[in-house]
């Protein structure tokens, strides 16, 4: 899974480089051109290595503060804690999923249809913006998420 | 056109359910003998010992109770159908249920049949429903019986016990792991003197034929200091009230420092608790550290992982199981089917671990601890196993059956049900 997305960003990052080489950027990148080629610069770096760094640390960070809760392969616990894979909270809008990391969640949620009510401790306390944006980088790129990159500085404007 | 078919369609409904309801249950008690599946229904039990699947994928099950004509009632975590109890029937005598209902308007976890009525423990009330004679699913609205619990988000269920003196105990668990300031948050001090005591954290008593109370009006803090008590019963035998409580979670993820991951997977026990009227029990302010056989005092209140001393006097256990296993439904075995080591023996059903991570996950059985009066007589060991459906689980959605519930059938034998996707074995001894 992890492979064919590094290759898919990898062929995004040709794209684009591609297309700046052609000439074809008269006006400004927008914000979004702007992240998918941090994020596509971010893997191709590491596509000699095996991960690129916000993986190791993302995965490190997941580790530490996420597992507990939703598990080694992000299938949450039945009826508890919901699974963080293929989530729509996850690979949908930025700003709502950094909030929900700062901020914690309570109540009830709806995760694939099934209704969880349970909570989830802030971790503005517990995580900077660099591990913020790490953790949510490893997230879009694992357990079939999807999205676009966080940058620390994304984390900030949020806080 | 279509009308009329619709009429012909009803009727035909309705003539075939007057059929179904007249369907009666068959106990198997008498000639018929029960045929066990080769493979036990995937479970591993003890030499003598066989099992039959009952019914498979009928919702999410949590506690089980069968009446004397042998239908069984199963709480349901998920409304099913729009219903939170199932309703089974076997009207062949092969012990496997054909018919299967549902009705209830929530879903919950307690579950006991005590005079001609279903006690019903849900996340915030605990109904009843009059049953009728020979009907399977009740035809009237039921009646509440406590409601007027506190607003939580863990820990709500409401499963309980009933002695024989008119009394029902109902768990009311904590709305947090530790009672710290900012729940299950690293750093935060643990409140003192913790205020979720008041009306949490303990088991409340009402009067099992009154409806209409509530928790402030008419509730008595029968015992204090449990976290929550999924798993109680009373023991008719010694007239006590027994709960294996959850103990509480995260040790190493919130005390780095004073617990590694390993300590954490096996502590603080899952703590099984003789409870007396005014027992006050460890939580917040201490676990049950069953490696060392002690109280330790919480790290959120000053504790370093051995340090005793308190601000409260509390009762230790009777026993103290692993970590994080997950103590969900307690039963005495008063039946005469299995061995006479079994009797007046505790069934515990073990839903299995999430906390243990990143160590894989334990639990997923049925042990058994043998009693002597009102004390275990010998160490508690594995009864049913297997219920996983693999050697190793590492998370709890991996487990392919979870065991919940359990009750006793009139025959002696042993109802276990499972949380996943709804199975129910029929657990049976044979002389042979």
Redesign the interface.
Known sequence: MKISKIIIFSMLAVLIASCNNTGNSNKDKTEEEKKETAVAESLQQSASTDEPDFMEAGKKVY??VC???H???G???????P?VIESDYISGNTDSLIYIILEGM??PVVVKG??Y???M??QK??LDDHEVADLLNYLRNSFGNSGEFVKPEDVAEMR | MVRITEKIIMSLLITMSVFLTQCNPKDNDSENRLTPDEDNGGIKLPGGFKALVVADDIGRGRHIDVNDNGDIYMALRRLENGKGIAALRDTTGDGRADIVRYFGEYPGTGMEIYNGYLYFGGDTMVLRYKLSPGQLVPDNEPEIVVSGFPDQNQHRDKPFAIDNAGNIYVNVGAPSNACMEQTRTMGSPGMYPCPQLERQAGIWKFSVDSINQTQVDDGYRYASGIRNSIALTWSDVTDNLYVVMHGRDQLSQFYPDLYTEEQNAELPAEEFLLVKEGSVFSWPYYYYDQIKGKMVLAPEYGGDGDKTEGPVEVEDPVMGFPGHLAPNDIMFYDGVQFPERYRNGAFICFHGSWNRAPLEQEGFFVAFVPFSGELPSGEWEIFADDFAGKEVVRSPSQAEHRPMGIAMGTDGSLYVCDSQKGKIWRIIYEDK
């Open positions: 580790n530490r597992l507990v809760c598990q080694e392969d299938s949450g616990v039945p009826n508890m804690y699974p309570k109540g099934v209704e009510n349970s909570i401790p802030p306390g517990v």
